[in-house]
């Protein structure tokens, strides 16, 4: 049984911490990714030695359509959200993994590129953008 990632982006209204629905992102099963954003699928054998950031829960308010699809799952865990900022942080970690030559499965995340691209956009016209996440079995 595999794990596999559901992910989507929000960015929130600092006068109140709603937040509104952006898209949902895909992002390719890597258990090494996984590793690094929230500790999941963190095993000895794959040498990551310290995940970049453990998983810290839902934020008190998501959008709706984040609320609607959390309803609906029974096997989700290690829910979690990361900034733009925490984002280039894992994919700086992750890439300096493939640079030590170190095996990471499928290479640099191209998804993962591609949601830090957003982000910045998001977040040059002045919006907060984040992603939410959470994983299942």
């Given at each position: 049984?595999?794990?596999?990632?559901?992910?989507?982006?929000?960015?929130?209204?600092?006068?109140?911490?709603?937040?509104?629905?952006?898209?949902?992102?895909?992002?390719?099963?890597?258990?090494?990714?996984?590793?690094?954003?929230?500790?999941?699928?963190?095993?000895?054998?794959?040498?990551?030695?310290?995940?970049?950031?453990?998983?810290?829960?839902?934020?008190?308010?998501?959008?709706?359509?984040?609320?609607?699809?959390?309803?609906?799952?029974?096997?989700?865990?290690?829910?979690?959200?990361?900034?733009?900022?925490?984002?280039?942080?894992?994919?700086?970690?992750?890439?300096?993994?493939?640079?030590l030559g170190e095996q990471i499965p499928n290479g640099p995340s191209p998804s993962l590129a591609e949601l830090i691209t957003k982000m910045r956009f998001?977040?040059?016209?002045?919006?907060?953008?984040?992603?939410?996440?959470?994983?299942?079995?």
């Amino acid at each position: 049984m595999g794990c596999d990632i559901h992910a989507f982006l929000e960015v929130v209204n600092p006068t109140d911490n709603s937040a509104n629905f952006i898209s949902k992102i895909e992002i390719e099963r890597s258990y090494c990714l996984f590793a690094f954003m929230a500790n999941v699928r963190n095993i000895p054998e794959r040498g990551l030695k310290f995940p970049v950031f453990e998983p810290k829960g839902m934020p008190v308010k998501v959008s709706k359509e984040v609320q609607d699809k959390l309803e609906g799952e029974f096997d989700d865990h290690s829910h979690s959200w990361l900034s733009l900022e925490e984002i280039e942080e894992v994919q700086r970690r992750y890439q300096s993994h493939i640079d030590l030559g170190e095996q990471i499965p499928n290479g640099p995340s191209p998804s993962l590129a591609e949601l830090i691209t957003k982000m910045r956009f998001l977040k040059n016209e002045g919006r907060e953008p984040r992603l939410i996440f959470y994983f299942d079995n």
